[in-house]
């Protein structure tokens, strides 16, 4: 646990001299400002491309809550802490990539069921991760308490200290696990404080907010594409109970900041349901985001299907979920607990795709988009040329510093996607990070024979030829016509009297061939001789193997 922090402690001499414009003030402003104000200068995004679903099998529209089939898959994270995850009570699941810094603490109520999901949910937007890709990441311990279960299948959970207990998925450890996301905490923490002040000020309000007992009730001004509303009262009814929510006077398409202002903030609401159609609240979750920059105690309690983004900016949080379900990412610079004495508690991912303050220079984040390029299998008939459909091919990543493609063992490479079919035109292609690939060839077209070896590359993707991507050619060759079935005819050679085998007898094969019953050796249509004389053995054998006939 030392060394993620000494590591998380080692980048913020580097946030501090980004020279932000936006200060970090520690306690609240004196006063609520509210009412319409200055237009918002705002496109950017949360801090290291958090918020949109990743990877090229995003859908283009993500479903509401479901429990059907996959409608695609988002390599996104969807759950972040910077310090620990703790599940509690009888929480259920979360659904997508979950990267905590420090632990992952399991330890349910006794009564309730012993299993967690994280990455595929049973029910949620139904857009799991990627096969193959980190379910969960954590900088140091997993923890799970005797007698229950953390499920994590088909993806792989990587860890920077230990396991105890039981983890589904496929284990891997690695000591510097969290060591990508490290910068993220302090960023989220800056961001977090910008998005809610500007020079130490409060943001100017573009709407109003206020809490009528049974409802808080967000006004916007109709027109501005980034709708800010700053709030320092709890969304809850006036002995604590829930409420609703409800926004009006709201642009389409209009991105929602809503900054909960106060060291300690509580949502306890009925809001948000499982149908779209059924509560408004639903039709904000991809544009709305909860910001809670002064939060060292954050609660979201209630039974509604909670919608919208949370980014929570202490350090020192601790954000307790109970609701039934948060539908959006749920980032925390601090802990999470996850817990309810209700069953089917759950993350369910969801996007953010809204359009933040442009706070300006940013902190350093993980760096640029990486830079991608194609990467292309094209199956051909080895004897024409021409392109075969219904090839099926695997495509790997070098990743294990081991020359070839491994996938298996202890520490295989790693795969990239589904399994792909080629189409008309024989092609499979994914794009990808610059990095060396592999095509892994796994079912071939009828009539054709699986290539030995299967496997086609290296190829080396670099970003002087990422423009243009990189190929590889694939040969099947067809299957061969079946030969003749052959098989042995013998002759044994024995003494009449006492059936000892005789060797040094010579016999001539003869195959029937000339359509005249019994054996013709002259004339002017004889059968025909196969093979040179043969001379008995010891055992007094001649063998020989033909195809079928009569000799």
């Known amino acids: 646990m030392h060394s993620i922090r000494q590591r998380m402690a080692a980048l913020r001499p580097r946030l501090g001299r980004t020279g932000l414009a936006c200060a970090l003030v520690a306690g609240l402003a004196p006063a609520l400002v509210v009412g319409a104000g200055a237009s918002q200068a705002q496109a950017a995004p949360l801090p290291g491309g958090l918020g949109p679903c990743a990877g090229r099998l995003c859908p283009d529209e993500f479903p509401e809550i479901n429990n059907g089939s996959f409608a695609g898959r988002d390599n996104g994270i969807n759950v972040f802490a910077g310090d620990d995850f703790r599940v509690r009570g009888r929480a259920a699941e979360a659904e997508g990539r979950v990267v905590v810094?420090?632990?992952?603490?399991?330890?349910?109520?006794?009564?309730?069921?012993?299993?967690?999901?994280?990455?595929?949910?049973?029910?949620?937007?139904?857009?799991?991760?990627?096969?193959?890709?980190?379910?969960?990441?954590?900088?140091?311990?997993?923890?799970?308490?005797?007698?229950?279960?953390?499920?994590?299948?088909?993806?792989?959970?990587?860890?920077?200290?230990?396991?105890?207990?039981?983890?589904?998925?496929?284990?891997?450890?690695?000591?510097?696990?969290?060591?990508?996301?490290?910068?993220?905490?302090?960023?989220?923490?800056?961001?977090?404080?910008?998005?809610?002040?500007?020079?130490?000020?409060?943001?100017?309000?573009?709407?109003?907010?206020?809490?009528?007992?049974?409802?808080?009730?967000?006004?916007?001004?109709?027109?501005?594409?980034?709708?800010?509303?700053?709030?320092?009262?709890?969304?809850?009814?006036?002995?604590?109970?829930?409420?609703?929510?409800?926004?009006?006077?709201?642009?389409?398409?209009?991105?929602?900041?809503?900054?909960?202002?106060?060291?300690?903030?509580?949502?306890?609401?009925?809001?948000?349901?499982?149908?779209?159609?059924?509560?408004?609240?639903?039709?904000?979750?991809?544009?709305?985001?909860?910001?809670?920059?002064?939060?060292?105690?954050?609660n979201f309690a209630g039974t509604g299907q909670f919608q919208g983004s949370v980014l929570v900016g202490p350090q020192n949080s601790m954000s307790t979920v109970s609701l039934p379900g948060i539908n959006g990412r749920f980032f925390s610079s601090g802990s999470i607990t996850h817990t309810s004495e209700q069953s089917g508690v759950e993350f369910h991912a969801y996007p953010f795709d809204g359009d933040l303050p442009d706070c300006g220079d940013e902190p350093p984040g993980p760096g640029p988009d990486p830079v991608t390029g194609e990467v292309r299998v094209e199956k051909t008939d080895a004897e024409t040329g021409d392109a075969l459909a219904g090839a099926e091919f695997e495509l790997w990543e070098e990743t294990n510093g081991v020359d070839g493609l491994q996938t298996g063992g202890a520490n295989p490479d790693t795969q990239v996607g589904d399994v792909c079919t080629t189409d008309t035109d024989g092609v499979c292609a994914q794009t990808v990070a610059t990095g060396t690939y592999y095509w892994r060839e796994t079912a071939v077209p009828d009539g054709y024979e699986l290539p030995d070896p299967n496997v086609f590359g290296p190829l080396e993707l670099t970003e002087d030829n990422a423009a243009g991507g990189v190929r590889v050619e694939a040969r099947n060759t067809p299957e061969d016509e079946p030969g003749p079935v052959t098989g042995q005819v013998r002759v044994l050679k024995t003494d009449a009297e006492t059936g000892d085998a005789l060797a040094g007898a010579e016999f001539e094969l003869w195959e029937e061939t000339n359509g005249v019953d019994g054996l013709q050796t002259g004339g002017a249509n004889p059968d025909t001789q196969v093979g040179d004389v043969c001379t008995t053995d010891t055992d007094g054998e001649c063998t020989r193997t033909v195809a079928t006939g009569t000799y």
């Open 101 to 298: 810094l420090d632990d992952f603490d399991m330890n349910k109520s006794a009564g309730g069921s012993a299993v967690y999901d994280i990455g595929i949910a049973g029910v949620g937007s139904r857009v799991p991760p990627p096969d193959g890709a980190d379910f969960l990441t954590t900088g140091n311990d997993i923890t799970v308490a005797p007698g229950q279960r953390l499920l994590a299948d088909g993806g792989v959970v990587r860890y920077g200290g230990t396991v105890t207990g039981t983890v589904t998925g496929d284990l891997e450890h690695d000591p510097d696990a969290a060591d990508p996301y490290l910068a993220l905490r302090d960023q989220l923490t800056v961001a977090s404080q910008c998005y809610a002040r500007v020079d130490g000020e409060l943001r100017t309000a573009t709407g109003t907010a206020v809490n009528q007992g049974y409802q808080t009730l967000f006004t916007g001004d109709g027109t501005s594409a980034l709708q800010v509303f700053n709030v320092d009262f709890d969304l809850a009814g006036a002995s604590g109970g829930q409420q609703g929510i409800v926004f009006q006077n709201i642009p389409d398409d209009a991105t929602v900041l809503v900054n909960m202002l106060g060291s300690e903030r509580t949502v306890n609401t009925y809001s948000g349901g499982i149908v779209d159609a059924t509560d408004p609240l639903n039709a904000y979750r991809e544009r709305l985001l909860w910001n809670f920059p002064d939060a060292t105690t954050a």
